[in-house]
């Protein structure tokens, strides 16, 4: 089993395209997160020797995590899968197989969310690729799905995932149809908990401490997946996981939050520049995401906008992106300090 799921709940990060680079990926786990997966990886991309995958599929520090793969061929997404494991050995622990993806993008290409509306059956059907990448792959294989609109089928295509050789499957609550919007069903969750025998793995509006408590007692699920509400927040699992533990929520006072805040986000930059992604990564989208809930942010969100402008991102080579995005994160960690300390002192002042 790529991860130890008798350490229940386990709270894993999702893969997010354009958010789960390495660098983000090592904060969250060093936050506590249990698990973490890269951003889908296409696999067409990889076997053509796209260097996308190299540059933000690894990992630091040899922390295990799983590589997402994303495809619309079960013979590519094989291939990948075969290549991908080795090039990432011995930290990659799992393949896991994007099936929920619904962007359009993505789906007009078969890829995705596109894949659930194959006939069983068919070469491309979700279990026919889960059973081809298990042939090849020496990692454990495992899927990531929506459900549909109909209960019954749900259950039939995770069983389906089972039968194939999946050792454990994510299921986000929503259908293809509602992309992001309405509420994650979490019964269905529960009732496809109920019918396996592998792990399974909620996923859909976990947000805080409540949410987590609700979704756990609902469906008994191994695992927790968090997307959205770790963006810029990878704090989140350091305070789920002291709920888990003491079973009550963490009191913390702003300027605490703020200053917790700001760490993270230096220490992700300092992830960026380290490993060389400054050239990969919007710097300035991600800072202003770490702004999200803490006071002034709006303030703190046009400052950050007006910072040191980079010019023509077009003609300047990595090299040179790289050395624009060092001045940027430099000035960028000077707003939160500011920001944090102007907090700290009106806190103390009110107190
Ligand atoms: C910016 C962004 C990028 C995403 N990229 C991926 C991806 O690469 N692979 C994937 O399986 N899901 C992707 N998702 C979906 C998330 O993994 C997750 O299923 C979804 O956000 C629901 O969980 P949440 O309610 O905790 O956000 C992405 C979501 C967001 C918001």
């Known amino acids: ?34 698990f973490t997966y890269t951003e889908m990886i296409h696999s067409d991309g990889f076997n053509h020797g796209d260097p996308y995958a190299k540059n933000r599929g690894f990992s630091i520090d040899g922390i295990p995590y799983g590589i997402q793969i994303v495809g619309n061929d079960s013979e590519s997404i094989a291939k990948a899968a075969a290549g991908l494991e080795k090039f990432f050995a011995p930290a990659a622990k799992v393949i896991d197989i994007n099936m929920g993806c619904p962007s359009p993008p993505i789906t007009k290409t078969g890829c995705g969310a596109a894949l659930m ?20 792959a020496e990692l454990p294989v495992t899927a990531k799905i929506r459900i549909y609109k109909d209960d019954e089928k749900t259950i039939r295509l995770a069983k389906s995932l089972e039968d194939a050789g999946a050792s454990a499957i994510t299921i986000h609550g929503r259908t293809r149809g509602q992309m992001y919007s309405g509420n994650a069903d979490w019964k269905i969750i529960a009732a496809v908990k109920k ?33 959205r509400a770790a963006i810029g927040n990878p704090n989140i699992f350091r305070r789920l996981k002291s709920y888990l533990k ?49 006071p002034y942010s709006r303030e703190m969100r046009l400052k950050i906008n007006e910072l040191h402008k980079e010019i023509k991102i077009r003609h300047l080579s990595d090299d040179e992106l790289a050395a624009e995005r060092e001045s940027l994160i430099f000035e960028i960690s000077n707003v939160f300090e500011e920001y944090a300390e102007k907090c700290r002192r009106e806190y103390h002042e009110e107190m």
């Open 246 to 294: 003491t079973g009550a929520p963490e009191i913390i006072s702003l300027p605490d939050e703020f200053e917790t805040r700001a760490a993270d986000l230096n220490h992700y930059f300092s992830g960026l520049k380290q490993y060389d992604l400054l050239p990969h990564v919007n710097v300035r989208a991600h800072a202003q995401w770490f702004t999200k809930g803490l």
């Open 117 to 136: 509306a194959q006939d069983f059956g068919s070469e491309n059907h979700p279990a026919n690729i889960v059973r081809r990448v298990c042939e090849v």
């Open 1 to 34: 089993m790529f991860y130890d799921f008798s350490k229940k709940p386990a709270l894993f990060l999702a893969p997010m395209a354009d958010v789960t680079n390495p660098a983000f990926r090592h904060v969250a786990h060093l936050c506590g997160a249990d």
């Open 195 to 227: 019918e396996l025998s592998i792990p399974v793995i909620l996923n859909g509006d976990i947000v805080d401490e409540k949410s987590l408590q609700t979704a756990t007692e609902l469906t008994n699920c191994d695992g927790y997946m968090i997307g």
